[in-house]
């Protein structure tokens, strides 16, 4: 449950101020005791009241008069450079209201005026509005196509960088062909690829004669014994090492 914001005046009645008293009093005192424990610092608080023959005092009162001798030896100026009195705490409190009031005085008058702009838009009428809401609202205007104008230069620097990067991977160079792979110091050309093949055909042809040429149950007649030395290469007549 939020607390209630208590209002900073002089409270009438007797018994809700005594009771106010002692519950301020002893939170005032424990303050000065967190104060001097935490951050290490000379802080004494004497406080009188019509309720009490003796005024409360912290730490103690030798504490207080060494800290209120301390004090006194300091130069007036020093004294009263930071010295602040009811009066004075008044003061500083009206002015702080009066520039909250101001800045949210603004604050109402931009949200009214971009209120009237968009109503404008739909048709509403500009007759019945005076000078003063005229220039408001003409530079509430100003202020909103600032914000366009400015939007619209973002997203076309944006737009420019990214088809610039586009336009410079397009045009970049390509990749370098891969190398051959080795071929381990052999290198032939195609006419010699192909009379190798040849005779490597013809050389199986004539392991396959003398098979059958040494198988018994083989019979020949004249025309068996031709042998198959040209080959479908168009390779020159050779010489038949079987023979007699």
């Known amino acids: 449950m ?38 290490g610092i000379d802080a004494c608080a004497i406080v009188y009241s019509p309720y009490e023959n003796q005024p409360d005092v912290w730490p103690s009162h030798h504490g ?4 209120v ?24 409190r009206i002015m ?5 009031l101001i800045k949210q005085m603004k604050d109402n008058r931009k949200q009214e005026m971009t209120a009237l702009m968009f109503e404008t838009l739909v048709g509403r009428s500009l007759h019945p509005l005076g000078m003063m809401d005229l220039n408001d609202l003409g530079w509430t205007i100003e202020q ?27 045009l ?19 006419g010699e690829s192909s009379q190798a093949a040849a005779s490597s055909i013809d050389q199986m042809e004539k392991q396959q004669w003398f098979m059958n040429l040494m198988s018994p149950e083989a019979s020949y007649n004249g025309d068996d014994l031709m042998l198959p030395f040209r080959d479908t290469c168009h390779t020159p007549h050779q010489s038949n090492d079987f023979l007699p």
């Open 172 to 190: 970049a160079p390509p990749p370098p062909p891969p190398a051959p792979a080795p071929n381990h110091g052999v290198m032939r050309t195609v």
């Open 64 to 67: 207080v008069q060494r800290i």
């Open 96 to 100: 702080k209201c009066n520039d909250q």
């Open 144 to 170: 909103y196509l600032k914000d366009i104008y400015k939007y619209q230069s973002n997203t076309n620097n944006r737009m420019n960088m990214v088809a610039g990067s586009t336009a410079a991977v397009l």
């Open 69 to 92: 001798s301390q004090f006194k030896r300091m130069p007036e100026m020093e004294q009263s450079k930071r010295m602040v009195d009811q009066d004075s705490f008044l003061r500083q």
């Open 2 to 39: 939020a607390r209630r914001k208590v209002k900073l005046c002089y409270i009438a009645n007797d018994s809700t101020r005594k009771v106010t008293f002692k519950k301020r009093k002893k939170g005032l005192l424990k303050k000065v005791s967190e104060l001097s424990t935490l951050c």
